[in-house]
């Protein structure tokens, strides 16, 4: 084979590979049932996702509240030449103000939002791809006015969100994260002089009949801190002057069957951990998992006298030690800069939220969207406006109502 032969025959090789992981086609799906089988199918070791965009976790989301908040599935897959599917993007498309907005599936209850992916597809994706996305999402009819993609990781285990490609902006928070190195001494995750206050408290509520630190894998073990959480978090956000979220329409259903929904490799679609005795649950922390990373999404612990023994830290410690040795490689405990947050993760991950237009009015849209959460991330991050907003959404809260 001749020089010129041999090069000519790399470079067709590497056309064809290229050709085989550039988007072809792009299919839209308006009913997360019809979309189930080739969204489970990309759930598998050579894609990359986050456990927020697992079908059991979002079709939860979508049965108890998405359906009920006027929220119709969008889901995106772009598939190559040969129809094998390379990416799926779980949006929700609902009118706000007459404009048809998609976002994310999964509301307020997603820490992070990403498409699925194809690894192979991941490593070489280029805006072309992206906007071969939005082109077919263009060609709606009009039904989709503007893209409202928030809290956006810039990369999930080591691979680049494609969707960075598209013009963004830094999200309204950020997510405080523990990076976890291969073998690390416990001393390097959580400071030895923290652990040894956490024992020192600890050794208080060791003293109760029964007392442990629970992942809860039987059904009776998760409804027994479901039905804990649902009693306590309520009185908590009272005492905090907090509206109760989770008594929005749906919400708990949601939650319960997401915690009871068993997934292929064993685990949950949101996992309970806690810290309990014969008399009581002490302490409350659910998030997801995935065999590389947790990611926090709600807790809460006891009213009672316990409550003094900082048992909401003690279960953290318990959970940040069960993944290390699980060889996971991050942890983090959802959006927001509460003051507990920082004792445990000192990095933060970066996110990204991107508005785009797609028809003239959704062009305004999109640009009102980006100014507002420009605004609120400055808000948050100015103490001075921070606490005029806090002063204000206080005053609002306990508002009589008029007559």
């Given at each position: 084979m ?36 080739v ?26 509240i ?89 990369q ?47 050794r ?23 039905d804990?959480?649902?009693t ?9 002057k ?111 939220d ?33 606490k005029?907003?806090q002063?204000?959404r ?10």
């Open positions: 001749t020089v010129a032969a041999a090069i000519d025959g790399r470079v067709g090789e590497i056309r064809t590979q290229s050709e085989a992981t550039c988007v072809a086609s792009v299919e839209i799906f308006h009913d997360i049932a019809a979309a189930e089988a969204w489970r199918a990309l759930e598998a070791p050579a894609s990359v996702l986050t456990p927020y965009q697992r079908f059991d976790f979002l079709a939860a989301w979508q049965n108890h998405g359906t009920a908040a006027g929220v119709t599935p969008l889901i995106v897959v772009a598939r190559d030449a040969q129809r094998r599917p390379l990416l799926l993007l779980p949006l929700g498309l609902r009118r706000e103000n007459g404009i048809g907005v998609a976002r994310f599936l999964g509301g307020k209850h997603t820490t992070f939002n990403m498409p699925i992916c194809r690894r192979d597809f991941l490593s070489g994706a280029t805006r072309d791809d992206v906007d071969a996305v939005l082109s077919a999402l263009r060609a709606q009819r009009g039904a989709v006015d503007a893209l409202a993609l928030t809290q956006q990781p810039r999930w285990q080591g691979f680049a969100n494609p969707m960075a490609l598209l013009p963004n902006q830094p999200s309204v928070n950020a997510c405080p994260m523990l990076s976890i190195a291969p073998g690390a001494e416990p001393s390097s995750l959580i400071s030895s002089s923290f652990r040894r206050r956490l024992k020192s408290k600890e208080k509520l060791q003293a109760l009949p029964g007392y442990r630190y629970l992942q809860a894998e039987s059904d009776a073990d998760i409804c027994r801190l479901l804990a959480f649902f306590i978090k309520p009185q908590r956000m009272a005492l905090q907090l509206p109760n979220v989770f008594a929005d329409p749906g919400v708990e259903a949601f939650i319960r069957r997401a915690c009871h929904t068993r997934l292929p490799d064993g685990g949950h679609a949101i996992e309970m951990h806690g810290l309990i005795c014969d008399e009581e649950v002490i302490a409350i922390f659910a998030g997801v998992a995935d065999g590389d990373r947790f990611s926090m999404m709600f807790n809460t612990y006891t009213l009672s006298a316990s409550a003094h023994f900082s048992p909401g830290l003690i279960l953290m410690r318990h959970i940040v030690d069960q993944y290390a040795a699980q060889n996971y490689t991050s942890l983090d405990l959802g959006i927001g800069s509460d003051d507990y947050k920082r004792l445990f993760c000192k990095d933060d991950d970066e996110i990204f991107s508005f785009a237009g797609l028809t003239p009015r959704g062009r305004l849209a999109a640009s009102g969207l980006s100014a507002l959460n420009a605004l609120k991330r400055k808000v948050k991050q100015t103490p001075a406006l921070m005029v907003a002063t204000a206080g005053v609002l809260h306990h508002r009589p109502p008029r007559p």
